[in-house]
């Protein structure tokens, strides 16, 4: 059996990629890293790696982590810059005993000495885009933040191994140095290979409140179903966190078990995308629904449409 899961229809490519390797008996973390590089490398994504949108000066500053489930080795890198594949990094950092997360500069140092690929991550575009929100937060006094997508990937191997990542270069318009959930275990991600594994996307300075990829693991341990455990965690904390907080910001969560089966939960429209070997590679949108439920349906060609005209419109 294999499987792979990843949030947001952007990783579609990314998943198709990984689901070849996966039939030919790769490895789970050969597949969320190839997966993850896809979404890095395509331009026209706001918010992974190339193309990614910019700090409030103007900076990318990407997360990323990978996580292997037979092992619990995880690597991690926080505003890390100039450097074309963070998750790459991060899957190397995951072979380290010591000093296995790295932040800024000592990311970035540990990237370059490490011999991978370093490439201006601001395009024309991300920085033309950059440029109208300065103006416009100058111009109105609005607040300047504009939501992020992480790509999250969970993975299975026929060799029942599992893995999981991230990758995100974060809040746009963020002061520099600040970090979401993306690279922290059990908020951004989490994987054991005898359970199952989920990741997030979101509002990190929410998830990382409530640690929802472990909570989902953690139930799915305790014999839940992927689906269950996603409504369970998530509707449950956003009503808690409105609650004891005031308010819940946008997140959304992928799960899948050592069974290739899934679960997705999320507060808002979210769109995500899965192949197994007993599923054809599909994008589906969810949305919340009635008593703590998910729907899920497959996207329409229209959206698909809308989508790709949206991404790619002039700036």
Not at 8 to 23: Q, S
Not at 225 to 233: F, G, I
């Amino acid at each position: 059996m294999w499987g792979i899961i990843a949030t947001w229809r952007m990783a579609h490519d990314g998943v198709l990629a990984a689901k070849e390797l996966l039939e030919q008996e790769g490895t789970c973390g050969d597949a969320v890293e190839t997966s993850i590089k896809c979404v890095e490398d395509y331009p026209f994504y706001k918010s992974v790696g190339y193309g990614g949108l910019p700090n409030e000066r103007g900076i990318v500053e990407m997360d990323a982590a990978f996580m292997d489930g037979d092992t619990f080795k995880i690597g991690a890198v926080a505003g890390i810059v100039d450097i074309a594949n963070p998750i790459s990094v991060a899957r190397k950092l995951s072979n380290e005993k010591f000093n296995s997360f790295r932040v800024g500069q000592g990311a970035t140092e540990y990237a370059m000495l490490a011999g991978f690929e370093r490439k201006n991550m601001l395009t024309p575009r991300a920085k033309k885009i950059w440029k109208k929100r300065v103006a416009e937060v100058a111009k109105t006094n609005l607040s300047p933040y504009d939501g992020h997508d992480t790509v999250g990937v969970v993975s299975l191997d026929q060799h029942t191994g599992m893995a999981a990542g991230t990758s995100s270069s974060g809040l746009f318009m963020k002061k520099q140095g600040r970090v979401g959930d993306s690279p922290l275990s059990g908020s951004g991600f989490y994987v054991d290979s005898q359970i199952g594994g989920a990741t997030a996307t979101g509002l990190g300075e929410d998830l990382m409140k409530g640690c929802l990829a472990y909570e989902i693991v953690r139930l799915m341990g305790e014999g839940v179903t992927p689906q269950k455990a996603c409504d369970q965690a998530v509707y449950s904390f956003t009503d808690l966190l409105k609650e004891r907080y005031g308010k819940a910001g946008a997140f959304s969560l992928v799960a899948m078990n050592k069974a290739g089966e899934w679960g997705v939960a999320t507060n808002v429209e979210f769109t995500f995308t899965v192949a197994t070997e007993k599923e054809q590679p599909a994008i589906y949108l969810a949305n919340p629904g009635v008593d703590q439920t998910t729907i899920i349906e497959p996207i329409t060609k229209e959206w698909l449409d809308a989508y790709e005209k949206r991404i790619k419109a002039p700036v």
